[in-house]
């Protein structure tokens, strides 16, 4: 079996740290470099739910998409959560990794894993990486279906093909408007509607959209000029990536003659729990209720 240090060596050549946003905080978080790695789960979120997962499945090492530090801390007392994380973690031999915006910017990256699992094809980053000569790399991707598709069916695909969560998907648009052209960002992506609005694409499928953002973006120019919009909940933008990831791994573990065993957490780490639709005002239609599919 390989070592920690050989398997994180392997994840920052699939991910280099270099390439995260200055504010991120990816890499090891725990570990023993000298420890051997046979079994890895790979999961969105370092929560309590995913480690207690990964010690029941005698993980050596959880590899996860959000950092638990992301501010910072002074203390990994085991009082709070995510003191707790890091002291079961360690008390069960297993090392914490995460590949964040680095993987983000990746290609194939974070929206390529979200692309594709809506059954888009990719035509190129929505945000090239300007330091990638082959143009792949960078935020969000530029995609095409392979034909157009009411808005209101289209967000009925993604809301089939992603995880179900409870806030489901919800569009912003006219549902008869046809999307043929869509961006994708994994995550949270309002700040992206620039770029967006110049790719000239019919809709934007993203997370975490704000109130402001949303109704500036559609407003934009008038009700056809900007994208339509589809917002999913951030936790399923980004549960793609986790198979992709594995999928690598398992080709640099066979690659390597590591024989490591990788698996996918399926724990739903959102944390909205209850969805409860809103009924219409008196003499309104109906709102089109769109939720999410289990895999």
Not at 53 to 64: H, I, N, R
Request: proline share 8%.
């Amino acid at each position: 079996m390989p070592a920690l240090s050989d398997v994180i060596a392997a994840l920052d050549e699939l991910w280099p740290p270099e390439r995260a946003e200055q504010w991120d905080a990816v890499g090891t978080v725990c570990g023993d470099p000298g420890a051997e790695v046979g079994r890895v789960l790979i999961a969105v979120d370092p929560v309590r739910e995913t480690a207690d997962e990964a010690v029941e499945l005698g993980a050596d090492l959880l590899l996860t998409h959000h950092p638990l530090y992301l501010r910072g801390t002074t203390t990994v007392f085991a009082g709070g959560f995510k003191g707790r994380v890091v002291h079961d973690l360690i008390r069960a031999g297993a090392a914490l990794h995460v590949a964040h915006t680095n993987a983000d910017r990746a290609d194939p990256g974070v929206s390529d894993a979200l692309a594709r699992a809506l059954g888009l094809r990719i035509t190129g980053p929505l945000v090239p990486d300007s330091t990638d000569p082959a143009g792949r790399r960078g935020l969000g991707r530029i995609c095409e279906l392979d034909a157009p598709e009411p808005l209101a069916r289209f967000a009925e695909r993604v809301a089939a093909r992603l995880p179900a969560t409870a806030q489901g998907v919800r569009a912003a648009g006219d549902p008869d408007r046809p999307v043929r052209t869509v961006a994708v960002c994994g995550g949270s992506g309002d700040s992206l509607f620039d770029q967006v609005r110049a790719a000239g694409v019919d809709a934007y499928v993203t997370a975490d959209l704000r109130h402001h953002p949303a109704s500036e973006a559609v407003q934009h120019g008038g009700p056809h000029a900007g994208p339509a919009l589809v917002d999913a909940a951030h936790w399923a933008t980004e549960w793609p990536w986790c198979e992709q990831a594995a999928a690598q791994l398992e080709a640099v573990s066979e690659r390597h003659g590591w024989g490591l065993r990788v698996h996918v957490s399926r724990t739903v780490t959102d944390p909205w729990t209850v969805h409860a639709a809103s009924a219409p005002a008196q003499g309104a239609a109906p709102a089109t209720t769109i939720t999410g599919a289990p895999n």
